[in-house]
């Protein structure tokens, strides 16, 4: 299962989920404040894997970043 972010709109509360694709924006709820009015946020890959260079499971880009 895929861990998405969401931010509450109503008071601001930033928080991860591990949810089913299928059920992403479905009965989301504001751990902090309970309010419904919640978005899911645009977050940055973590794809595991390893690299001759680095032992720390890999990421998204290269360490240093692109050039």
């Known amino acids: 299962m895929p861990m998405y972010e ?6 601001g ?3 991860e989920q591990l949810r089913r694709m ?3 924006d479905t009965n989301l709820e504001c751990p902090l ?3 419904r009015n919640v978005r899911r946020e645009v977050s940055a ?3 595991g894997g390893s690299s001759s ?3 720390s499971g890999g990421g998204c880009a290269p360490r240093g ?3």
């Open 22 to 24: 299928s059920e992403a």
């Open 13 to 15: 509360a930033k928080y």
């Open 53 to 55: 260079s680095s032992k």
């Open 33 to 35: 404040c309970g309010s």
């Open 65 to 67: 970043g692109f050039s």
């Open 6 to 11: 969401y931010r509450c709109q109503q008071c």
């Open 45 to 47: 890959c973590a794809i």
